[in-house]
């Protein structure tokens, strides 16, 4: 369980990851050199594993948002590491998790547009060996798009 300066920390970070040592240090109420070396152990820890910007997507050019539902045939290794491997080369692909129920795997996937969505499908999904099924549920509207974690303080 992480600390509660740990915690504050992080949610500072979440919301702007820009800010200088001193400001972050300003905001939790603690030195610069103590927040240095939270902020470090929390990276060499992996608790913070990167540094990111996030894209509002609209904005730059990918319009047409999908939550790809895809069942394997048979779970064959082969075909569930091909699937992965190859999942993991199209940027197309913001997000990939294994899961149960009815789909195997899950993507949320962004592009331009309708004809690029059918060119991701023909020439990329619909030719992985082993998938059996696809369903796509396009997204209409983004209500809540937050990474954050929910850290409570």
Known sequence: MLEIKDRQLLAELQCDSRLTMQEL???????TSACWRRVKALENDGIISRYAVIVDTKK???????????????????NVDNFIREVSRHPEVLECFATS?????????????????????????????????????????????????????
């Open 101 to 153: 129920g009815e789909a195997d795997f899950h993507l949320r996937v962004v592009v331009e547009d309708m004809d690029a969505y059918n060119v991701f499908l023909d020439e990329f999904i619909f030719k992985l060996p082993g998938v059996s099924q696809v369903r796509s549920n396009i997204v209409l509207k983004e209500i809540k798009t937050d990474t954050a974690l929910p850290f409570k303080i």
């Open 25 to 31: 240090a300003d905001r939790i109420g603690m030195s």
């Open 60 to 78: 730059a050019g990918f319009g047409l948002s999908s939550m790809v539902h895809v069942s394997l045939a048979r779970h064959e290794q082969k």
